[in-house]
């Protein structure tokens, strides 16, 4: 059975840094996309990154670049999320997609809330 | 980016109505598109994907279709359960990007 379990979310100062964790169960990570998305509070869905399950070509998107960085780690089958220089505008929920059956953005987490505020 | 304008904003409809969606591409992006729901504290669910195909699982009222750059969702008989809000997502390339949804209410 497939299982995600997010964490990693919170409180935390502008200009402060998170790390959040996506740890996958019940498949491993193949060459398919992985992603994050986020959802500020009342607003729509902004994709924020993705990368292939073997850990290459890592992308962003423009209002996180420089900023956010993604990675894997397959010997615990689990994607990242390192976030640095957060700003109020990062607060949101966000979400990951491991992708175990190949479509994109197919299998949501359960999101985990992180809010940016003195 | 790819910019996806997706239209209406919101709507108003009652059980047994058929409800069109649209989403717009700036740019052609084959039919690497799909169509999310989302309820209320819940996280989005696949509806379709690849423009038009459905997602094992989804209701048979709810049909995709379009390639290039005009894209419908289309639900033939609304049901109470599917009052939400709806998303289009172009994955054809990098940096992905949603439609601005559309939020189907009771009328």
């Known amino acids: 059975e497939v299982q995600v379990l997010e964490s990693g979310g919170g409180l935390v100062q502008p200009g402060g840094s998170l790390r959040l964790s996506c740890a996958a169960s019940g498949f491993t990570f193949s060459s398919n996309a992985l992603s994050w998305v986020r959802q500020a509070p009342g607003k729509g869905l902004e994709w924020v990154s993705g990368i292939r399950g073997s850990g290459a070509s890592p992308y962003y998107a423009d209002s996180v670049k420089g900023r956010f960085t993604v990675s894997t780690d397959n010997s615990k089958n689990t994607l990242y999320l390192q976030m640095n220089s957060l700003r109020a505008e990062d607060t949101a929920v966000y979400y990951c997609d491991p992708n175990p059956y190949g479509y994109n953005l197919g299998y949501w987490g359960q999101g985990t809330l992180v809010t940016v505020s003195s | 980016a790819i910019q996806m304008t997706q239209s209406p904003s919101s709507l108003s409809a009652s059980v047994g109505d058929r409800v069109t969606i649209t989403c717009r591409a700036s740019?052609?992006?084959?039919?690497?598109l799909g169509w999310y729901q989302q309820k209320p504290g819940k996280a989005p669910k696949l509806l379709i994907y690849?423009?038009?195909s459905l997602q094992s699982g989804v209701p048979s009222r709810f049909s995709g279709s379009g390639s290039g750059t005009d894209f419908t969702l289309t639900i033939s008989s609304l049901q109470p359960e599917d009052f939400a809000t709806y998303y289009c997502l172009q994955d054809y390339n990098y940096p992905w990007t949603f439609g601005q949804g559309t939020k189907v209410g009771v009328k």
């Open positions: 740019q052609v992006i084959r039919n690497d």
């Open positions: 690849s423009a038009s």
